[in-house]
């Protein structure tokens, strides 16, 4: 039920007016309204490219961890971090981020000093896209090792004695036992990296303080605190759209996990 009804409520507050009755214009405001088209598409854009990062360094970071001839400390130590750093963000995040990479940053000041590059000066900005990106990775991927680690575990050390007694190369092995046993949990992982990253509010937040780069969760936040003008339902219009994207998104996941698993049966 904590699932069910908020959403049935926002499902339900982007269709009703200012005044009352049920109307669509919160909802067409959404297609019509360019600021908010340039605020999902830069949510989508952020989210498919920290999914696919994090999900590719992810994996093989994990599978160097875990796989077998890898020191048990290794492992420990990855599995450790990871649970901390997937579950670290919000302000607190972006402020270790300011204050390493920031104009006045310990990193940027160490580049500016011992290399003479500005990065600033080069595109470069915290509160850019690029920067946003790059903040996210610090959660994406230690979420990714901590999904894809069990999946990993399932592969079996047999299976690759037995490829390679049977003459397959390294390259075979994993085009026909590796990565068909590891896709379904690879195509699950990165959905939950995109959702992850498409719902973070308070990184971003803090990152572009709500104006520097539009996103569809500070469009929400402005509108129901009331920054500039209180609108829930527009808000709430707005959720209803990420709600849409992510129904996309499953749509193209379900049948190319399935295809996926077609070996197993």
């Keep these: ?23 669509f214009d919160n909802v067409t405001q959404i297609v019509q309204t360019a600021n908010i088209r340039n605020a999902f598409w830069e949510s989508i854009r952020i989210s498919l490219v920290t999914a696919f990062l994090g999900g590719l360094l992810g994996l093989l970071i994990a599978y160097a961890a875990i796989r077998k001839g890898t020191p048990g400390w290794v492992r420990s130590a990855f599995g450790t971090f ?36 500005n990065i600033y000066e080069h595109g470069f900005a915290i509160w850019s896209r ?96 009331g920054n500039v003008f209180s609108n829930p339902h527009e808000g709430q219009a707005l959720a209803f759209g990420m709600f849409f994207v992510l129904a996309v998104m499953m749509l193209f996941y379900i049948p190319m996990q399935r295809r996926a698993s077609r070996w197993a049966k």
């Design 82 to 117: 990871s649970g901390v750093a997937a579950n670290f963000g919000g302000i607190p995040l972006a402020f270790a981020f300011i204050a390493t990479l920031g104009t006045i940053g310990i990193v940027t000041q160490f580049i500016n000093s011992v290399f003479g590059i």
């Design 130 to 225: 690029n920067g946003v990106e790059l903040v996210y990775l610090y959660f994406q991927i230690p979420l990714m090792i901590l999904v894809i680690a069990p999946a990993i575990d399932g592969l079996r050390a047999e299976w690759s004695e037995a490829s390679s007694n049977l003459g397959a190369s390294r390259f075979q092995y994993w085009r026909h036992i590796g990565m068909p046993v590891l896709l379904p949990s690879i195509l699950g992982a990165v959905i939950l990296l995109f959702g992850n990253s498409f719902a973070a509010y308070a990184t971003a937040y803090s990152l572009t303080s709500g104006t520097g780069l539009p996103l569809v969760p500070i469009l929400i936040g402005n509108d129901l605190a």
């Design 1 to 23: 039920m904590f699932l069910i009804l908020p959403a049935a409520t926002v499902m339900v507050g982007a269709f009703k007016g200012a005044h009352g009755g049920y109307t």
